[in-house]
Nanobody, 116 residues
Framework: QVHLVESGGGSVQAGGSLRLSCAAS????????MGWFRQAPGKERELVASCNWSGRITYYADSVKGRFTISRDRAKNTVHLQMNSLKPEDTAVYYCNVNPPEWQYWGQGTQVTVSS
């Protein structure tokens, strides 16, 4: 089976940092565009950052631009999201998936809670 497993979430105060990781198993994602998505309570899931297969071309939602950095290690089949200067509005469950996302790859996500 193919799985994407997110980790690294937690509770931090505003201004803090977290580094999320996504580990893939079952197949290699080295040729796929990958993305980090988040879903806050009562809101739709949204794309916050993505990168192409090489990691050189990236996209960031305006709300996280300049604060979040996506990276990948193709050899290790992992994707990371470095989150700095966190704000309470960043509170959400964060997921990784290919981009555009495919339903079969949604995992449990990792909770990020930012307190003011």
């Amino acid at each position: 089976q193919v799985h994407l497993v997110e980790s690294g979430g937690g509770s931090v105060q505003a201004g803090g940092s977290l580094r999320l990781s996504c580990a893939a198993s079952g197949r290699t994602f080295s040729s796929d565009n990958m993305g980090w998505f988040r879903q806050a309570p009562g809101k739709e899931r949204e794309l916050v950052a993505s990168c192409n297969w090489s990691g050189r071309i990236t996209y960031y939602a305006d709300s996280v631009k300049g604060r979040f950095t996506i990276s990948r290690d193709r050899a290790k089949n992992t994707v990371h999201l470095q989150m700095n200067s966190l704000k309470p509005e960043d509170t959400a469950v964060y997921y990784c998936n290919v981009n555009p996302p495919e339903w079969q790859y949604w995992g449990q996500g990792t909770q990020v809670t930012v307190s003011s």
